[in-house]
């Protein structure tokens, strides 16, 4: 029958459709219901390409801003960016990877059923508008329905002056001014970009540092490099209330000294996190675990009813447990795990710890593992050694000078448990810092593997002879 599948998975974003592709691959019969009018989800359409699309725009403009450091001539005048072609280019760039993803599924002959999926009960699922029909899945459904913005109480999101990041992707002007609230990933990324645009942009966190689930040395340099681009920075600063008018948005906040503050600004962009997407999707009537709305896994996925899975942003390990990283990587690899598991295969649980993270402010973010005071926290006798960019040849080329690499390793054993970079290329060296964390490599090891030189990835290995206090170039 034609709306008979082994699998019907709920939702095409990185979670779902990697899923969907290695279950078929595996022999089962497998179809997506996606409700937006592309493949991809939030990764694809309203996340990591289209900002690091603006990201790549905001370092064009950076190098042409310097022409003459580089003694590269253009005519006299102004250096500005047009928002219309930067935004032509992003969604070409959104558009060429949907397509790819629907080409995918047809060579893996996976259906893509367009509409809103209802679970209908165990092994059925509604599909309520588009092409509306029902569809079994002989074996598991797996919810891969991801996450959507949240605000914090006082904070409306009206999205015409307090936005999201759906709408600061879609920005046809630089804004003269920018309030960001949250420090995270995403509000350091768009703090980057409207800066560099020319935005007066002030960024507010309720923690003590900003980019807080980083190493605090991190942050540190982070907060350096932003006050020496003139973003303005806030920390320990909670927002109690914002006034959205015709042209602006005024913001109401208790500073970290006890004082009281109201910004003004053309936008405030809330960047304070994502919450699940599940609302009239049918979870309730089911016995799933639900955890302040996500859906409650095992390390296999496994939600405890019989033929439901779930992955990706939508998911936590259960109530008390550490949060689940809301990563595009993190949702494929889940994908695929489940894929395999329901496929009768073995698959091994994902070690979070080996996981990397990536924020593509400027300067970048590349770490995985344990952050310094993760490590004292958990018993191991640490020792850090630290390579300063500044020092490197290929970064002075580049004209990216800020920064450092840290590692972070056990005395004992002499083992690699966190690498935290700030700095060129973090985003790309941090690969390598990750395979040496998942084959437990030695800072030895690292050491003795011998990194072509004039390279960025130089300064890995000079971190870890600093680690064993012998740093050739420092
Ligand atoms: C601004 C921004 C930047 C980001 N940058 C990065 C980055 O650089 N690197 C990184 O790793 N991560 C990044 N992320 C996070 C990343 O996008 C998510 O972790 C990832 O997309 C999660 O994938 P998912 O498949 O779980 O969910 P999603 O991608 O959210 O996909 C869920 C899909 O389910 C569909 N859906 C929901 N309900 C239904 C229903 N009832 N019926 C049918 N379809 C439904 C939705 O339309 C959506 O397409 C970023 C996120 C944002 C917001």
Redesign the pocket.
């Known amino acids: 029958m034609a709306n008979e599948f082994d699998v019907v998975v709920?939702?095409?974003?990185?979670?779902?459709?990697v899923a969907a592709i290695r279950a078929s691959q595996l022999g089962l019969k497998t179809a997506v219901?996606?409700?937006?009018k592309a493949?991809?989800?939030?990764?694809?359409?309203?996340?990591?390409i289209?900002?690091?699309a603006l990201l790549e725009h905001a370092h064009a403009l950076k190098i042409v801003q310097n022409v003459k450091e580089w003694g590269v001539t253009i005519g006299e005048g102004a250096v500005g960016i047009d928002m219309n072609q930067v935004q032509a280019r992003k969604d070409k760039i959104v558009s060429g990877l949907t397509k790819g993803v629907e080409f995918l599924f047809r060579k893996n002959r996976i259906e893509w059923i367009k509409?809103?999926?209802?679970i209908g009960g165990r092994g059925r699922v509604d599909v309520v508008d588009g092409d509306k029909q029902s569809l079994t899945a002989g074996k598991e459904i797996v919810i891969?329905?991801?996450?959507?913005?949240r605000s914090v109480p006082g904070v409306e999101i009206d999205r015409k002056r307090i936005i999201t990041?759906?709408e600061?992707?879609g920005l046809r002007e630089v804004p003269k001014s920018l309030i960001v609230l949250g420090s995270g990933?995403?509000g350091v990324?768009?703090a980057s970009i409207f800066r560099r645009f020319g935005s007066e942009v002030t960024l507010i966190e309720l923690l003590p540092r900003i980019v807080p689930a980083e190493d605090e040395a991190v942050s540190a340099e982070l907060a350096k490099s932003f006050r020496k681009q003139g973003i303005a920075i806030h920390t320990g600063a909670r927002v109690t209330k914002a006034t959205a008018g015709a042209n602006g948005v005024d913001v109401d906040a208790q500073l970290a000294d006890g004082t009281t503050a109201r910004l003004s600004a053309d936008y405030l962009l809330v960047a304070t996190g994502?919450g699940p997407?599940t609302q009239?999707?049918g979870v309730e009537g089911l016995g799933l675990n639900l955890d302040r709305g996500y859906v409650a896994v095992d390390n296999l996925f496994r939600t405890g009813v019989p033929g439901f899975s779930a992955?990706?942003?939508?998911i936590s390990f259960g109530a008390g447990s550490a949060p689940h990283p809301?990563?595009?990587?993190?949702?494929s690899a889940e994908?695929i795990v489940a894929a395999e598991r329901i496929a009768g295969q073995n698959p091994r649980p994902i070690n979070y710890d080996h996981v990397p993270a990536?924020t593509?402010c400027d300067p970048e973010i590349g770490s995985v593992g344990l952050t310094e005071r993760e490590a004292q926290e958990r018993g191991y006798d640490v020792r850090v050694g630290t390579f300063p960019f500044f020092v490197l040849g290929r970064a002075k080329m580049a004209a990216e000078t800020e920064g450092f690499v840290k590692i972070v390793a056990d005395k004992k054993y002499d083992e690699v448990l966190g690498v935290h970079m700030i700095g060129p290329r973090a985003t790309e060296l941090v690969a390598e810092a990750t395979l040496a964390l998942r084959l437990e490599c030695t800072v030895e090891e690292l050491i003795s593997t011998i990194h072509a030189h004039p390279t960025f990835s130089e300064a890995v290995s000079e971190a870890a002879h600093a680690t064993h206090g012998a740093a050739i170039h420092v």
């Open positions: 709920i939702g095409a974003g990185t979670g779902g459709y219901v996606e409700k937006q493949l991809g989800g939030t990764c694809l359409i309203w996340g990591c289209p900002t690091k509409g809103t999926a209802a891969a329905t991801g996450s959507a913005p990041s759906d600061a992707i990933a995403v990324e768009f994502r997407v009239g999707l992955v990706g942003d939508v809301q990563l595009a990587h993190v949702s994908g990536c593509y």
